[in-house]
């Protein structure tokens, strides 16, 4: 969550405080969410874990918002919004998203469990790192999405060999020296990036309706997206080390 400055605690009305903390709540409903989406998990239920994180995605895109037009910092301050999002995000974007990756069987038997355990120990310091957003709002390295990664392991169902090298490559780039695009704070091409979200967002609906059984169009679009948010800054600050 991120808040503004306004006025202190000591100002606000038993309602003001009542629905700053009921933003605290509604963040802490994705530790919620991420139960279910884990029981599913344990299912190996996959589209209907998935359909739960993206409720904890919708979670963590509105609590910002919400918490900044109520001044959630400042009539709350006993309450660190900061930290409680930091914790549901790492089992929303991490731990569960983990287990899927190490329990699918899309990775190499003897390879799942290191990978698992790498996945959840470079993502607890990524999340640690003060760093790991840049001034202008990118993402500083791979920003832990592996909710995003498992779903794209799902989709494309790479032989295990491949999934497991591309899931190592993820963990190392975890900390390299690259920008990702963060796709609703950064600026730059603003409206085309959220074009393509909305786009990404229906087809991953589609693709979870049809329980990943989908075609190869639906597939090119979410990868060339995907593509799109991983290399654009590069490709624009190449584009201009070209002009100069």
């Not at 779903?151 to 169902?157: G, N, S």
């Not at 993820?170 to 603003?190: E, K, Q, S, Y």
């Amino acid at each position: 969550m991120d808040q503004i400055n306004q006025p202190d605690s000591s100002s606000a009305s038993p309602r003001m405080r009542a629905a700053a903390f009921s933003v605290h709540i509604f963040t802490a409903l994705g530790a919620g969410v991420a139960l279910l989406a884990m029981l599913e998990a344990v299912r190996e239920h996959w589209s209907a874990m998935f359909a739960w994180l993206g409720v904890a995605l919708l979670i963590d895109g509105l609590d910002g918002p919400m918490a900044r037009r109520l001044d959630v910092a400042q009539v709350q301050p006993n309450w660190s919004g900061e930290v409680l999002d930091l914790v549901v995000d790492f089992v929303t974007y991490v731990f569960v998203p983990a287990y899927a990756i190490t329990a699918s069987g899309l990775l190499l038997p003897l390879a799942a469990p290191l990978l698992g355990a790498g996945i959840v120990v470079t993502s607890a310091l990524y999340f640690a790192d003060r760093r790991m957003k840049t001034p202008d709002n990118h993402f500083r390295g791979f920003p832990a999405l592996w909710n995003v990664a498992a779903f794209y392991l799902f989709l494309l169902h790479l032989p295990p060999m491949f999934g497991s090298l591309g899931v190592a490559i993820l963990i190392g780039l975890t900390f390299a020296p690259f920008n990702v695009l963060h796709p609703i704070r950064v600026v730059r091409l603003r409206g085309l990036t959220l074009s393509l979200i909305a786009i990404w967002a229906v087809l991953v609906g589609i693709v979870l309706g049809y329980d990943f059984d989908v075609g190869a169009p639906v597939k090119i679009g979410l990868c060339a997206i995907a593509v799109y948010i991983v290399t654009s800054d590069a490709v624009i600050r190449l584009a201009r080390s070209f002009k100069t």
